[in-house]
């Protein structure tokens, strides 16, 4: 597998938000993207993952899989919010992802049990609670465990370290490290070093400014 981004540019409206953004990864490779607040990291990756247009430019994931997916279904996105009920309990949620993506996605046999997943980010704990019961730091590592409940071979993470502690965010970095050892990609929009290996660096700016007519 490889991904391959070439000239991509996307508008909200009219408003043309970043423009001529290109890079390559292959397996076992990760891309940081970093800019000041509004240059359109969040954007970038909500189009990567299919969740916004691409107004110009070409996005490609090349596998050998026989038959072609959309893209959507090789990537996990984890966005600024933690995307779970609040009234589900820890358990009942990560179960809905894990059946959720596996019936769309490129999954395989190396995802975990929503127990494994919540272990493994040391939240055994919390499996019966409601999530709205967690606190925020708890809410953004189960969050981050729909990454191992339903295996995807492609990460799109922005700013996933967001409400951690270092204690969090250095055992987050171990465990993205083994997926990227295990053959993964990861592209995550951050502000801080995440301690990620292989990494490959995108600084975005701003797009020219437009001329308005009126």
């Not at 026989?66 to 959507?72: A, K, L, M, Q």
């Not at 999530?131 to 995807?152: C, E, H, N, P, W």
């Not at 490290?177 to 990861?186: F, H, K, Q, S």
Request: hydrophobic fraction near 40%; charge should be negative; proline fraction near 7%.
């Amino acid at each position: 597998m490889r991904i391959f981004a070439q000239n991509l540019s996307v508008k909200r409206g009219e408003q043309l938000i970043f423009s001529d953004v290109s890079f390559e990864l292959a397996p076992k490779e990760s891309l940081t993207v970093s800019g000041p607040n509004g240059v359109g990291k969040s954007t970038l990756l909500r189009a990567l993952a299919g969740l916004l247009p691409i107004e110009s430019g070409t996005f490609e994931i090349k596998t050998d899989d026989p038959e072609p997916r959309p893209n959507s279904e090789y990537c996990h996105y984890i966005g600024h919010k933690n995307a779970m009920k609040a009234e589900l309990t820890v358990f009942e949620n990560l179960s809905f992802w894990q059946s959720n993506m596996a019936q769309e996605g490129a999954g395989s046999d190396t995802s975990l049990s929503p127990e494994e997943a919540a272990e493994l980010l040391g939240l055994s704990h919390t499996l019966d609670l409601p999530f709205g019961f967690l606190s925020q730091g708890q809410r953004r590592r189960i969050a981050l465990a729909k990454l191992f409940v339903s295996y995807r071979p492609v990460w799109l993470l922005d700013e996933p370290t967001a409400a951690l502690d270092k204690a969090s965010s250095d055992r987050f970095a171990q465990m993205t490290n083994t997926y990227l050892e295990e053959g993964g990609i990861v592209i995550a929009a951050t502000h801080v070093p995440l301690g990620f290996k292989e990494v490959k660096q995108l600084e975005m700016t701003p797009p020219p400014i437009q001329e308005e007519y009126f």
